[in-house]
């Protein structure tokens, strides 16, 4: 990565072609670093913004445990009355009020609706992961990279590039990264005017509409 030697005594930077000879242009380190700084205060947001974001964030959280809460404590009951259902209808049998064909007919979709239930309330638990923290430590990334673009601490922006998985590279003396779909939906929407930049980016970047009720433009 052509940012590792930024905070190094290295004055010019060449593409990062790893194979082959390459016939670009050095790119000065005062080059490098201005288009490194570029690049982080392309993703800068107003601290006030921000803040805004984390508490639509502290809301979503409640939302999400009293959804997730709804939705577990409605398995529990319709597995419940099945089990209930499933124990009147041996004991109907047991009592000579229910034919033998009958009572293993019903038995038979009882016990199938018993073991879908169970079945649901198993993958409710393991695949209902909960999206809001991976949002907040975005939020955080996306702090620390306005801190950073106001900031000249080369080592540090070093280690964040790294630490998003950016990939920063070199090619016509230019350098660019790779953000990634929330950086990218960010940066769509940054300097837009109220919830209309937002909003187109959303249409391009569905998977990510949490972010649909937060402002990302102006007033």
Request: contains cysteine.
């Amino acid at each position: 990565m052509p940012l590792t030697a930024l905070a190094q005594n290295i004055h010019n930077y060449r593409c990062t072609k790893k194979k082959g000879v390459c016939h670009q242009k050095y790119l000065s380190a005062f080059g490098l670093t201005s288009q490194a700084k570029n690049l982080l205060q392309s993703v800068s947001l107003p601290l006030s913004e921000i803040e805004n974001m984390e508490k639509q964030i502290d809301l979503w959280e409640k939302e999400s445990i009293s959804e997730r809460g709804s939705v577990a404590q409605n398995l529990k009951t319709k597995l419940s009355e099945t089990k209930e259902r499933l124990d009147k209808l041996v004991s109907l049998y047991l009592d000579g009020d229910i034919e033998r064909e009958m009572y293993l007919q019903r038995k038979d979709l009882l016990l199938r609706q018993k073991a879908k239930f169970e079945e649901s309330f198993k993958d409710f638990g393991q695949q209902r992961k909960n999206w809001v923290e991976p949002l907040r430590s975005f939020v955080l990334s996306l702090k620390e990279a306005t801190d950073l673009g106001k900031s000249e601490n080369y080592l540090e922006w070093k280690t964040f590039f790294q630490k998003i998985g950016s990939n920063p590279e070199i090619k016509d003396k230019t350098l660019s990264c790779n953000w990634g779909e929330l950086w990218d939906f960010v940066r769509s929407a940054k300097g837009g005017v109220g919830a209309h930049s937002a909003f187109f980016a959303l249409q391009k970047t569905p998977r990510i509409s949490n972010f649909a009720n937060v402002s990302l433009g102006g007033p």
